[in-house]
């Protein structure tokens, strides 16, 4: 699948603390599940934008729709990554989470939404990670599946397919559990390996 055209009125650009009027408004919009992502304070006060250097970096590329004025500018586009495992347990893989995903919708259907994956899998390539993976509500499986991404089933945890080491030195394997009525989606060898730990839906586990 090919990448699509960015019209000039475009920009892709990483996401910082001013843009969080309009980060608020289109998760209002477009993520009415995610209630957390509607607080315009908290995009402030919650530290979430970052430039994906490395596996324990943040990343939040932004599409923004430029204006005759640069004062002009919105958000059209984002999407939110993380280290999730890593900064709530512990789990010291590089692996990202793909918290969130937003087209607006007067952008709904241009393809805005593959191309911000595409960013997002290359800059963690890029990075060293070597795992991608969030989750999805049912009916947008489809969507990960076209990429690549391997998905499992309704309400179906996610596990490592081993032990592995936490930052202070214990050893588990980690399982996650989505929230209710989601899908979890992974994508593993981000950087080739064929024996490092990956993240595997239930169903696929070997």
Same mark, same amino acid.
């Given at each position: 699948?090919?990448? =699509?055209?960015?019209?000039?009125?475009?920009?892709?650009?990483?996401?910082?603390?001013?843009d969080?009027?309009?980060?608020?408004?289109?998760?209002? %919009?477009r993520?009415?599940?995610? =209630?957390?992502?509607?607080?315009?304070?908290?995009? #402030?006060?919650?530290?979430?934008?970052?430039?994906?250097?490395?596996?324990?970096?943040?990343? *939040?590329?932004?599409?923004?729709?430029?204006?005759?004025?640069?004062?002009?500018?919105?958000? $059209?586009?984002?999407?939110?990554?993380?280290?999730?495992?890593?900064?709530?347990?512990?789990?010291?893989e590089?692996?990202?989470?793909?918290?969130?995903? %937003? $087209?607006?919708?007067?952008?709904?259907?241009?393809?805005?939404?593959?191309?911000?994956?595409?960013?997002?899998?290359?800059?963690?390539?890029?990075?060293?990670?070597? #795992?991608?993976?969030?989750?999805?509500?049912?009916?947008?499986?489809?969507?990960?599946?076209?990429?690549?991404?391997?998905?499992?089933?309704?309400?179906?945890?996610? %596990?490592?397919?081993?032990?592995?080491?936490? %930052?202070?030195?214990?050893?588990?394997?980690?399982?996650?559990?989505?929230?209710?009525?989601?899908? *979890?989606?992974?994508?593993?060898?981000?950087?080739?390996?064929?024996?490092?730990p990956?993240?595997?839906?239930?169903?696929?586990?070997?």
């Amino acid at each position: 699948m090919t990448e =699509p055209f960015l019209p000039d009125s475009l920009a892709l650009a990483i996401g910082c603390h001013h843009d969080g009027p309009g980060l608020a408004d289109l998760s209002r %919009a477009r993520l009415p599940s995610v =209630p957390h992502l509607h607080d315009e304070d908290l995009w #402030t006060t919650t530290y979430r934008f970052g430039p994906g250097f490395h596996p324990r970096d943040r990343y *939040f590329p932004v599409l923004r729709e430029q204006g005759s004025d640069s004062r002009d500018e919105h958000v $059209v586009a984002f999407a939110w990554v993380d280290a999730a495992l890593d900064e709530q347990a512990g789990v010291a893989e590089p692996w990202w989470c793909l918290n969130a995903i %937003a $087209v607006a919708d007067e952008r709904s259907g241009a393809g805005l939404g593959s191309y911000l994956v595409r960013k997002v899998v290359e800059q963690a390539r890029a990075a060293g990670v070597s #795992t991608l993976y969030g989750q999805t509500p049912p009916e947008a499986a489809g969507f990960w599946d076209r990429l690549g991404f391997r998905v499992g089933g309704v309400d179906e945890m996610l %596990a490592s397919d081993r032990l592995v080491t936490l %930052a202070d030195g214990r050893t588990l394997r980690p399982v996650v559990t989505p929230e209710p009525g989601h899908r *979890f989606f992974v994508l593993n060898g981000l950087q080739g390996q064929t024996d490092a730990p990956r993240l595997l839906p239930a169903q696929y586990e070997a």
